[in-house]
T-cell receptor, first 114, second 109 residues
Framework: GAGVSQSPSNKVTEKGKDVELRCDPI?????LYWYRQRLGQGLEFLIY????????KSGLPSDRFSAERTGESVSTLTIQRTQQEDSAVYLC????????????FGPGTRLTVL | GEDVEQSLFLSVREGDSSVINCTYT??????LYWYKQEPGAGLQLLTY?????DMKQDQRLTVLLNKKDKHLSLRIADTQTGDSAIYFC?????????FGTGTKLQVIP
């Protein structure tokens, strides 16, 4: 596609439910990143993929968070047993490679946990 | 550490220059970036600079890097109301990019 897309754009869920967020990177981009942006705060790095592998999962806030990527393309970020503190905008970005390549961001998924 | 710090808010009058500042702690940075985030939108890359450069100019944007002081700035000349947004600086370390908290630029007509 022309840019990074994310779905859904908005998600409202009840505390304790599981949610799945999707990211479609730019075609051909091998690196993919997930960030979280809480209201009024900066970006918090969660995880990155090089191909389908995630070498560094230390940014994931808890074991309720997991992510996978398949076909060096689509990635899903899953949050199990959501809590109110998970409410944030979740941003995905992709880049051609890891190096210093520019990251192109999607519009984000706004998650609200009631 | 990998801290990247920015002031939270800047207000300027339309037509004036804006200077947004950023400091970082890790001297191993290779690339430094400026991103713009308009309300309700994702981040858009404005410009970036290699760590061995000290200045980069792109139309109304000027990036200055003081590697010794670990200080990065973004100057926007002739600031317009459309420049109102949150500006994030970011640095690339080993495989990971760390973002600052963002500076909200308010342009007063």
């Amino acid at each position: 596609g022309a840019g990074v897309s994310q779905s859904p754009s908005n998600k409202v869920t009840e505390k304790g439910k599981d949610v799945e967020l999707r990211c479609d990177p730019i075609s051909g981009h091998t690196a993919l990143y997930w960030y979280r942006q809480r209201l009024g705060q900066g970006l918090e790095f969660l995880i990155y993929f090089q191909g389908n592998s995630a070498p560094d999962k230390s940014g994931l806030p808890s074991d309720r968070f997991s992510a996978e990527r398949t076909g060096e393309s689509v990635s899903t970020l899953t949050i199990q047993r959501t809590q109110q503190e998970d409410s944030a905008v979740y941003l995905c970005a992709s880049s051609l490679g890891l190096g210093g390549d520019t990251q192109y961001f999607g519009p984000g998924t706004r998650l609200t946990v009631l | 550490g990998e801290d990247v710090e920015q002031s939270l808010f800047l207000s300027v009058r339309e037509g004036d220059s804006s200077v947004i500042n950023c400091t970082y702690t890790d001297s191993s940075s290779t690339y430094l970036y400026w991103y713009k985030q308009e309300p309700g939108a994702g981040l858009q890359l404005l410009t970036y600079i290699f760590s061995n450069m000290d200045m980069k100019q792109d139309q109304r944007l000027t990036v200055l890097l003081n590697k010794k002081d670990k200080h990065l700035s973004l100057r926007i000349a002739d600031t317009q109301t459309g420049d109102s947004a949150i500006y994030f600086c970011a640095r690339k370390g080993y495989q990971k990019v760390t973002f600052g908290t963002g500076t909200k630029l308010q342009v007063i007509p």
